[in-house]
């Protein structure tokens, strides 16, 4: 019996999932299948922890966030992992993180969603180089799977075999076959654009990349920056970068040590010319990216 | 349920199973089985269907014997009957333990026009080595990748002569270093020996010499051992004919003892690939576990239990568990270090063993100071410093029960600069996304 190996996965591919594959028998491992057809039942990552919350309840158990340049991952630990879970009561957050962990998937009866989390098996705190490495590496695996995904879609019949012999290895062949059935039609658009993104996190440093995905923010653009900012000085800048500078500017401004608070954010943005709705929009994008989080309802601070 | 019933199912049981049996078994038989299920629960359908299972089983009705002879290399695992003409190229007795009592089995290597393979016969057979037999109903189990053949209760063993097997099946097969692998029958190799010891070994209760060592050609390297004093010495050439491949945790070994012919090439100058084969992902090891010389790279994820300053047995080199070896009880430890860590890359993990000799260059640390650490100090060391790191390992890959073990020879830990990877990789993604 191999050992189960630690997939990489950014937290928009694998928060994307809502799939469950559990092999028939007693003591079958159970996975994560991802829309790209990683099979997945451990993972590695390494991101920003960003919270720790205690559950309320008897027994020790707590939720926590990590941060990558795509999403958020959740975790849950407890009782059955009390040495990592003192880890994560510990650290003092924001904190680069890399972990090791099982991955859960949750659906309630009364809803139609899947909520796919992480129990987390081991971690330790690292240095940034190491979360750009890993970025990078989970980059690579990434475009592995688009790779594998397109060239089963062009199949007639797609094949574990027929992928195994382009090269793709076993485990993908068959986590892309169980994807094609488990999924409807793969977003073949959107991927790609995550790695980009995530790429130029790396090469460029926390901050939108100069061409970002075509989200709806229509709106944005009627949002005039009547007011010189740092970095307006070039003419042909997207206005949600734009945004996302001001939005940046305004927290560093008011954090201080406790954070900002979300109304003054939201205040000082309207001189520069933002709505609110925009504000937000572009304080869930900085979440996203972990160069913000929340340390407390309401209240913002920079990574 | 009514004991009519119960009749009837039975005296199905019986039409199923066919006249040969229902003179060994009575219905009544059959009707305390089905009873017995039923009162555990077992349902009907299930009851019926096992019970069908063992009689058939043991008489031969439900799977017809095959009639046409297979080739050893289009056997495929799982299969029910087997008919084969095969050369016996080894065989071996084995004592096991079946249920707390000691039970004679045989193994070896089997051969015919098409390759080897090896198999397992569960009672004595009338066989000795270079016999030429027919084998009927034989069947095959997969055993760590490889398919393994199994003679039961109810297999046939016909004698045959030279004349029934085509010639080919005595013709050693031409190959080179990469072509070894289990099952490809009796080899005409030409290679260098790179390292040879002698070992003292005990078989069937005598002593005997082997050597073994490395052997290698401009193809790659492999471990061999020969049953026989061939004068065999360092950096000699040999043309060797009439080995065999036998296959240990899945790495291919070439094996040959006085039956094969070795021939010293002096003059002939052969250059050997001494480089390790390197694996670009670590999921080529889970697909084909049993790897010699090869190099991988992936990330420590763990470090695993039993890491860190050990004591040994000076007997056996066992790790003494408080003190104590498990077979010379108690005993002075010799001191020594080792590291078993999980290196994974996103594609496929091994466990990595690290020795002494590795972890002082690595840590840059000598037996001694490990001695005066407490363990807890120790543990916490070699995960800062392994844990989260790019490895580079290389060594040999072993199929084992417990997945890949990887006995390290080398290891270096990678330093990346990820911005120039990372442009690199914006580059290809241009081109090809």
Sequence with gaps: MNREHAWRVFAEEFNDSSVEIKEPGEMKPSYVLT???GKMNRVYLVGVLTDVEEMPGENQFVRAHISDPTGVFTLFSGQYQPEVTNQLLTIEVPAFIALVGKTRSYAPEDGDRVYVSIRPEKIFEVAADTRDAWILETCKLTKQRIEAMKEALQMAEPSEKELMNLGFNAALSSGVVAALKEYETPQMEKYPLMIKEAIHYVVNGPGPMESPKEASLEDITEAPSKKSTPSSKEAKKDPFEEAEKIVLQVIKENEGDEGSSWDVITEECATSGLDADTVEEVLNTLMDKGLIYEPVLGTIKTT | MVTDDIKTHA?????????????????????????KFLEYGVPLDQAKQ????????????????????????????????????????????????????????????????S?????????EIPVEKDDIIEVSNAYTKEWQGNIQLNFGDRTGIEKKTKDDLPKEAFEPQLVQVKDLHNGIGRIDLTAKILEITEKEVTVDDTQKTVYSGVLGDE????????????????????????????????????????EATVTKEKKKKLTVETTPTSLPQIAALVEHPGRYDVQITGT?????????????????????????????????????????????????????????????TLFHKTLEDWKNMKPDEVYHEMQQTLCTKHLQIQGNALADRYGIIFIVKHAEILTQDVSEEAAQFIETMEEEL
Aim: overall charge negative; charged content about 25%; hydrophobic content about 35%.
């Design chain 1, 35 to 37: 829309p790209l057809g």
């Design chain 2, 115 to 123: 390759g080897t393979i090896p198999f397992t016969a569960w009672h």
């Design chain 2, 50 to 113: 096992t019970i069908l299972k063992k009689y058939s089983g043991s008489f031969s009705t439900s799977y017809p014997a095959a009639t046409s002879r297979t080739l050893l290399r289009d056997l495929e695992p799982n299969m029910r009957s087997v008919k084969i003409l095969v050369q016996v190229l080894s065989i071996n007795p084995k004592e096991i333990m079946i249920r707390g009592d000691p039970r004679q089995i045989f193994y070896g290597i089997l051969g015919d026009e």
């Design chain 2, 11 to 35: 005296e199905e049981i019986i039409a199923l199973l066919g006249e040969q049996v229902s003179g060994n078994i009575s219905a009544e038989d059959i009707e305390g089985e089905i009873t």
């Design chain 2, 219 to 258: 193809t790659g390297k492999a471990p061999f051992t020969a049953w026989h004093d061939f004068d065999l010495k360092k950096n000699e050439t040999i043309h060797l004919i009439g080995g065999y491949v036998k296959s240990w945790k899945g790495i291919s070994q070439v094996s040959f003892d006085e």
């Design chain 2, 300 to 360: 420590v994820i763990e470090i695993q239990q039993g890491s860190g300053f050990i004591l040994r047995c000076p007997e056996c080199n066992r790790v003494l568990f408080q003190g104590n070896c498990r077979t010379h009880g108690t005993v002075e430890g010799v001191p020594d270090v080792r590291v078993k860590c999980i290196v994974d890359d996103g594609t496929g993990a091994v466990s990595a063993l690290l020795d002494q000799k590795i972890l002082e």
